[in-house]
């Protein structure tokens, strides 16, 4: 009996330690390390806290994706770290040592919309300018651009482009979407023509530029995902017998 339940505990903690290794790369619970709240019970009404929720979204997403952090969320590890001690000075996640990037460049495509936005900046600090390198590598990845920032809705994202890039921002009057827009705006600067008609609703490609971009956030999923397989876990654990 004693054995039979040893085995069985040995086969939770076991299973529930593989559920716990997939929690730690869920992104709501290093948003928690670095905010001490859920992503859903934030108040982000006030600009500072939203800007401490966004960026907390993108580093919570890009490490969900894997690799190294400052890689994936386009930055380098100083400025990562920077980023860490002025907005999270408190987290546990500033004691991680992060490995040395090799000194590749960018890609072209990343750094022309990281250099689209810096040009079009409507706020001071060191904020602005790590916003728009991080978006401009999340921009690289191929969810919507709100999904891969890891914000909640769209309008989140609406709302940081209007205030870090107002300029830029003000000038999307038809609310396209926004990567599509970026790479209209570079277009259009070069004095190239991305669309193939002048008129957008006559275009074959306008839902690809105006389509809906609802759905559920990252971190709603995969917080989803780890509760149903915990779940899963404990259903198969078989039950004592006495």
């Known amino acids: 009996m004693i054995g039979t339940q040893g085995k069985t505990a040995d086969t939770i903690s076991s299973r529930v330690s593989v559920a716990h290794a997939a929690e730690q790369r869920d992104a709501s619970e290093l948003y928690r390390l670095l905010t001490g709240r859920h992503p859903a019970e934030v108040d982000i009404s006030n ?19 894997g690799g190294q952090l400052p890689e994936r969320a386009g930055l380098t590890n100083q400025e990562l770290n920077a980023l860490l001690v002025q907005y999270f000075p408190s987290t546990p996640v500033r004691r991680y040592t992060w490995r040395d990037q090799s000194a590749l460049p960018a890609p072209d495509e990343t750094v022309m919309v990281r250099d689209l936005l810096l040009a079009q900046r409507s706020t001071h600090g060191e904020v602005g300018g790590w916003l728009a390198t991080m978006i401009a590598r999340r921009a690289m990845e191929p ?12 309008d989140e994202l609406s709302r940081v482009l209007m205030r870090h890039f107002g300029p830029l921002a003000a000038r999307n009057t038809k609310n396209m979407r926004w990567k599509r827009f970026f790479y209209r705006m570079l277009c259009e600067d070069d004095g190239l023509v991305m669309c193939t008609t002048p008129v957008c609703t006559e275009c074959n490609d306008f839902d690809l530029c105006f389509g809906e971009e609802s759905g559920e956030s990252r971190m709603a999923g995969r917080r989803r995902d780890h509760l149903r397989r915990l779940d899963d876990a404990v259903q198969t654990v078989p039950s004592l017998k006495g």
Request: glycine fraction near 4%.
């Open 47 to 65: 600009n500072d806290d939203f800007d401490h929720h966004v960026l907390a979204c993108i580093l919570a997403t890009s490490a969900m994706d």
């Open 143 to 154: 969810n919507h651009l709100w999904e891969d920032l890891g914000l909640r809705k769209r």
